[in-house]
């Protein structure tokens, strides 16, 4: 081997060292990253675990019964009682997995228990609509509840106390409505078992070669009055106890949103937490993925898979909520 060749080759076997050291002084940082997380939130946990104000006892289990006999076995945190009860809530495809999941970091950070009682029975392949007792969950004190996408449980209305917060989440109902047409036909999970799986996989059967025009203009009248009894609902309850975010208006303002939030609830969380969860939570798909949950970002989803004829009809059919919730049918429409 000739002296330059010999080099060539020491100076490629240089190179590849030299790219793997990088690769895992990066893949270490990203570790000592993580590993510094966990020990402040472990930190986070045992202060707040010996806080006077904090109950001190583990999570105490409570059986919700429902329609039909069935009973489900859930684990509660104990709740802070002298705080009020916090309820994140939002119309189904309103942005409620991105928010139910950021709440559940901020409350972690501000230490607030969190129990996501719809999630709850949902995995199990329930329906919160048949459930029984929900007072024997939802009475107790000081947890923030995440998950509600209707504004019922047990098929009565929820009615907040005068010291209950809910922060929720609207948006455009047309744009909803056609986020719902892809979930329920091909991402939204599904229970492992019971009669909801059942329900939820015929649902997506019975969607197979169904033209996304004719889906919505079947489904918009129910969704039209779903989503004027949020509307109704958000109004009805006591001044002061629901604050209301649309979508469009931050789902590219992360931190400004987070931080709104925080400052409305009162919570204590810094300005750095707050921009890292929205860090972790700006996910943006750089192209459409009909089989993902979160399947596009951008507002106005509805004017580039409808029709003019489709969009004139819900139009007319969410013409109130439209003007409640400050959707213009002209600009957006």
């Known amino acids: 081997m000739s002296n330059i060749a010999l080099i060539t080759f020491l100076a490629v076997q240089l190179a590849l060292v030299v790219a793997v050291y990088l690769n895992l002084r990066h893949r270490i940082k990203r570790l000592e990253r993580k590993l510094q997380d966990q020990k402040r939130t472990t930190i986070a946990g045992s202060k707040l675990a010996t806080a006077p104000s904090t109950p001190t006892q583990s999570h105490e289990t409570r059986t919700l019964k429902f329609q039909g006999g069935q009973q489900l076995q ?67 004190r000081g947890i923030c509840f995440l998950g509600f996408r209707t504004t019922g449980v047990g098929g009565v209305p929820m009615k907040l106390e005068s010291n209950a917060k809910a922060v929720a989440i ?37 969607m197979t070669g169904v033209q996304i025009d004719d889906w919505i203009l079947n489904r918009a009248p129910d969704n039209a009055r779903t989503i004027a009894a949020w509307a109704d609902w958000i109004d009805s309850q006591p001044r002061g106890t629901v604050r209301v975010w649309r979508y469009e208006d931050v789902i590219f303002h992360k931190a400004e949103w987070i931080q709104s939030v925080v400052d409305w609830l009162g919570w204590e969380v810094s300005a750095d937490i707050v921009a890292r969860v929205a860090d972790e939570h700006d996910h943006r798909p750089d192209s459409e993925d009909t089989s993902k949950h979160i399947r596009r970002v951008a507002p106005g989803d509805h004017k580039g898979k409808l029709t003019p004829e489709t969009v004139a009809e819900l139009n007319h059919l969410f013409k109130d909520v439209i003007h409640r919730w400050g959707y213009d049918s002209h600009s957006l429409g």
């Open 74 to 140: 859930v684990n509660v945190p104990p709740g802070l009682s002298s705080k009020p009860s916090i309820f994140v809530m939002g119309p189904h495809k309103s942005g409620t997995v991105l928010f139910n999941s950021i709440m559940a970091k901020v409350a972690h950070h501000a230490g607030y228990p969190t129990f996501d009682l719809p999630g709850s029975v949902f995995r199990a392949g329930l329906q919160l609509s048949t459930l029984i007792n929900p007072e024997e969950v939802l009475s107790l």
């Open 170 to 206: 609207i948006r455009d109902p047309r744009d909803m409505l056609t986020s719902l047409f892809f979930s329920e036909g091909k991402s939204h999970s599904v229970p492992e078992s019971g009669p909801l799986r059942d329900e939820l996989l015929h649902r997506r059967e019975s």
